[in-house]
C-alpha cells in the first residue's frame, strides 16, 4: 500500500468519461459472459484466450492485459488454487469440478474496462459453491459502501467482514484500484480495512472493487512463470470485479450489462 506520507489524487470524472468507461466495462462483461458459457471439461485455458482476443477484434476494441507490465497475453484465466493472474496454457485442461476466474480488460476511445468473474466446471463441491457465493456477495456488500460521504475503508471493511463470517479469508497482496485512462490509478480498494479509513469517496470517482477470496489461508505464492498467484496452502480462491462509478444517485455498476 501507499505509505502513510504519498497520497496520489484520484481523477474525478465527467458524465461524459463515465459513459466511455461504461462502454468499455460493458464489453468486457458481455466477453466475459460468453467465456462463462464456454466453460466444460475437456477445455484447456488457452482456448479462452482465442475466443478473448477474437471477441476483441470483432468489437473493435484493445485487450488491456496484453503487454501491461509485460504480462504476455490478453486474459488471466486461474484455476482451482490459482488466485489470479493465471496465464491461459494448451496444457491446463478443465475437469469437472475444477473452479475457474477469468479476469479481462479492454481499452475502448482510451478508457479502461476491467472485471472478473469465477464459475464452476460441472459440478463442484458444496464448498467451492459457498466459496463463490460468498466472494460474489462480498463484491456488492463492497459496492453498497460505495457511496459519497463514506471512505475507502467503508469498502474493505464490508468485504473483509462478510467473507469472514462465512469462515473464509480475503487475500491481501492484491487490491482494487482506480480505472479511467489508466487501467490502475489511485485510490488503492483494499479488501480488508477498518471502517471511516483511507481515502474519501467523491462523486466521479471510478474504482474496480475486487475481492480475492481464499477457502483457506490468505498468504500467497507466485509459481515459477512470475506471474501465476496462488493460496500458499493451495486451497480454493474465487476472484470477482466490478468496475463501478460514484454517482449523485450512488454506486454505478459499469461492468453490468
Ligand atoms: N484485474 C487485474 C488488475 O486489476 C488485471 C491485471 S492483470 C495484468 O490488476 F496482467 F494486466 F497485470
Ligand atoms: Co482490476
Redesign the pocket.
Known amino acids: 500500500m501507499y505509505s502513510r506520507f504519498y497520497k496520489p489524487k484520484p481523477r474525478l470524472k465527467t458524465q461524459k468519461e463515465i459513459e466511455l468507461l461504461r462502454k468499455a466495462n460493458a464489453i468486457v462483461m458481455e466477453i466475459l459472459l460468453y467465456l462463462k458459457e464456454e466453460v466444460k471439461p475437456g477445455r484447456n485455458t488457452y482456448e479462452f484466450e482465442e475466443m478473448a482476443i477474437k471477441l476483441c477484434e470483432k468489437k473493435g476494441v484493445k485487450p ?2 496484453k503487454g ?2 509485460g ?1 504476455p497475453y490478453a486474459l ?1 484465466v486461474s484455476v482451482n488454487e490459482e488466485i ?2 493465471g496465464m491461459p496454457r494448451k496444457d491446463k485442461v478443465l475437469k469437472e469440478g475444477d473452479i475457474v476466474s477469468f ?1 479481462f ?1 479492454v481499452i475502448y476511445e482510451g478508457y479502461f474496462g ?1 472485471a ?1 468473474l469465477t464459475v464452476g466446471v460441472g459440478k463442484i463441491s458444496e464448498e467451492a459453491e459457498k466459496l463463490l457465493k460468498v466472494t460474489e456477495e462480498a463484491l456488492y456488500k463492497g459496492i453498497e459502501k460505495a457511496h459519497f460521504g463514506n471512505k475507502i475503508g467503508d469498502i474493505s471493511y464490508a468485504i473483509q467482514a462478510y467473507v469472514e463470517k462465512y469462515g473464509f479469508n480475503v487475500i491481501r497482496d ?1 487490491v482494487g ?1 482506480g480505472i479511467g485512462r489508466d ?2 490509478e489511485p485510490p488503492e480498494v483494499p479488501n480488508y480495512g477498518k471502517p471511516g479509513r483511507g481515502p474519501k469517496i467523491e462523486i466521479g470517482m471510478t474504482i ?1 472493487i ?1 475481492p480475492m477470496v481464499s477457502a483457506g489461508t490468505y498468504e500467497i505464492e507466485i509459481l515459477e512463470d512470475g506471474w501465476t498467484a496462488v493460496t500458499k496452502d493451495r486451497s480454493l480462491a474465487a476472484h470477482f ?1 466490478h468496475t463501478i462509478a460514484i454517482t449523485p444517485k450512488g454506486p454505478k455498476i459499469l461492468s453490468r450489462i
Do not use: I
Request: overall charge negative; glycine content about 6%.
Open positions: 488491456a492485459f501491461y507490465r504480462y488471466c489470479v493472474h479476469d480488460g476491467d472478473a492484491f484500484h487501467l490502475h474496480a475486487e470485479e
